[in-house]
């Protein structure tokens, strides 16, 4: 007597609409948290980027001994926007400022670096200023301390929107706070 064992292949429809209905909640819990985390971490590290900026424009600063000046980049790049800007999404400069006019670049300043933004719906403002100087000692000379800085993404969510003040001594401190 021979006796054969059937394997059973496949899925039954019930095993299959079971399967597919634990992905489909899994998938719409997983997904706004995971677009959320990435706009977090993209917030992140443009403000990371920014402070480590306007650190870096203060070190230039006291490391050559003379005036150096961050602003909001034009559309163009390699340019500043004005002295009166409060969008700072099209970039930042770092420039030495021989000749002390921080809202614009001349001739005889050196472009120290040059930063793209991230894009990707984030935005850098501020208060209708478009540049900051910072003197020999490493100290802010101009606008008037304290300066604020707001990056967040145009979808803020929770804590998503970063502060980024600048004191007069020229130190950056970066801060977390609540979406409006």
């Not at 030495?96 to 984030?122: H, K, P, V």
């Amino acid at each position: 007597m021979k006796i054969t064992a059937t394997i059973p292949r496949g899925f039954t429809l019930l095993e299959l609409m079971v399967a597919i209905t634990v992905l489909g909640v899994l998938l719409g819990i997983g997904v706004p948290a995971f677009n959320d985390m990435i706009r977090n971490n993209r917030v992140a590290a443009q403000a990371n980027e920014f402070t480590t900026a306007l650190s870096l424009a203060r070190s230039e600063a006291a490391r050559r001994g003379m005036p150096v000046a961050v602003c909001a980049s034009n559309a163009a790049q390699n340019a500043c926007a004005g002295d009166d800007v409060d969008n700072w999404g099209n970039g930042w400069l770092i420039f030495s400022d021989r000749d002390g006019s921080a809202g614009d670049m001349d001739g005889d300043d050196e472009l120290i670096q040059a930063f793209g933004t991230g894009g990707n719906g984030l935005l850098l403002t501020t208060d209708d200023i478009g540049f900051v100087r910072f003197g020999a000692n490493g100290g802010l000379l101009a606008p008037a301390a304290p300066v604020v800085f707001e990056l967040r993404h145009e979808v803020c969510r929770g804590e998503n929107l970063r502060q980024i003040s600048l004191i007069a001594t020229g130190r950056a401190n970066l801060a977390k706070v609540n979406c409006p």
